[in-house]
């Protein structure tokens, strides 16, 4: 988290469910936009480079977003059990 970045708990929970769509979506374009890169720089065939990239996208991606979740329900939990009698 940078010194910028709002804490979590300050966030409403649609922005940081938003958010987790939005870095999700970032993971699988910028592994897309290199995989697609390497196969124009080294003249790959079959668009392997695309392939692998999304691939890679796509699993770190999914990791970060139940990382991030797993993060918000345990958060939701100590929230509700503070509001408890």
Do not use: C
């Amino acid at each position: 988290m940078s010194p910028s970045e709002p804490p979590r708990e300050s966030q409403t929970p649609w922005s940081r469910y938003a958010g987790m769509g939005f870095e999700f979506a970032a993971a699988i374009g910028a592994f897309m936009l290199m995989g697609w890169w390497v196969d124009r720089h080294w003249g790959i065939e079959g668009r392997k480079g695309l392939l692998i990239g999304t691939l890679i996208g796509v699993i770190g991606g999914t990791y970060n977003f139940i990382r991030e979740a797993v993060g918000a329900l345990r958060e939701s939990e100590r929230q509700g059990r503070k509001k408890r009698p």
